[in-house]
């Protein structure tokens, strides 16, 4: 059994995501609160596996609340909010999910279904589930990207190749394309110790794609992803993909 427990400062919006998870059978909601000092009280002595934290709540910000949370057992974290601004520091924090206010019930069970493939990370054999903790790495392994009327958690893994687009980047994965804001070299610096080579000052592939490396003229190479895709490998960076 999964303990949830929900904080945020409207009564209607705990109302709401209590009813939704009673159709979660293995969910259940240990307590709730409208304020994080009484959120942090009750945290403490219930220790969920999962919280459904607003950003906006009076005494502590939600990232207040989880800042405090990782002094003892960490739950797991969906983020509720109206503001779409605060959906990559969330991520950042590691949040399982983040879902914008009014909450549609088929997004609710996304984010659930989320916690429970993390708690199984995390469960011993045999057990029911366990408290999660936040594995924190230097290297980018997950990218916030916006899907229309909400964000999606990218692995790096998934993606196929990124291209520079002025002070943004294109992830290419899936068949389709996401733009982030971040730069080149920032992106770079952040894949490093994956399998992501730069290819071209505007181009970085994942190596795990590739299928040939065939020359072409004036001395650069092409790249050929194993969708199809053909990239150009710039003499500048030919030592990322080939031997001296």
């Known amino acids: 059994m999964i303990t949830a427990f929900i904080v945020d400062d409207e009564?209607?919006?705990?109302?709401?995501?209590?009813?939704?998870?009673?159709?979660?059978?293995?969910?259940?909601?240990?307590?709730?609160?409208?304020?994080?000092?009484?959120?942090?009280?009750?945290?403490?002595k219930t220790t969920p596996d999962l919280l459904f934290l607003d950003v906006k709540v009076p005494g502590l910000d939600g990232f207040?609340?989880?800042?405090?949370?990782?002094?003892?057992?960490?739950?797991?974290?969906?983020?509720?909010?109206?503001?779409?601004?605060?959906?990559?520091?969330?991520?950042?924090?590691?949040?399982?999910?983040?879902?914008?206010?009014?909450?549609?019930?088929?997004?609710?069970?996304?984010?659930?279904?989320?916690?429970?493939?993390?708690?199984?990370?995390?469960?011993?054999?045999?057990?029911?589930?366990?408290?999660?903790?936040?594995s924190k790495s230097p290297t980018l392994r997950r990218l916030v990207v916006r899907d229309r009327d909400r964000y999606l958690l990218l692995k790096a893994t998934e993606v196929d190749w990124i291209q520079s687009a002025a002070n943004y980047v294109q992830l290419h994965a899936h068949g389709r394309c996401y733009l982030v804001r971040?730069?080149?070299?920032?992106?770079?610096?952040?894949?490093?110790?994956?399998?992501f080579a730069r290819i071209h000052r505007s181009t970085i592939v994942n190596i795990d794609r590739l299928t040939e490396i065939r020359p072409s003229p004036h001395g650069d190479f092409q790249v050929v992803l194993d969708n199809g895709t053909t990239l150009r490998l710039s003499r500048a960076y030919r030592d990322h993909l080939l031997p001296r």
Do not use: W
Request: with cysteine.
């Open 11 to 44: 009564k209607l919006a705990r109302e709401g995501i209590r009813l939704m998870l009673k159709k979660e059978v293995d969910v259940d909601v240990v307590g709730e609160a409208a304020d994080g000092p009484s959120a942090m009280k009750s945290i403490s």
């Open 64 to 134: 207040e609340i989880l800042d405090r949370c990782q002094r003892g057992p960490t739950p797991l974290v969906i983020f509720t909010t109206a503001y779409e601004k605060y959906a990559v520091k969330a991520f950042e924090a590691h949040a399982v999910d983040y879902l914008l206010k009014p909450i549609r019930a088929q997004r609710l069970r996304e984010a659930v279904q989320r916690a429970r493939v993390e708690l199984a990370k995390e469960s011993p054999p045999g057990s029911d589930s366990a408290p999660a903790t936040f």
């Open 182 to 195: 971040m730069t080149m070299n920032e992106i770079e610096t952040q894949l490093e110790g994956l399998s």
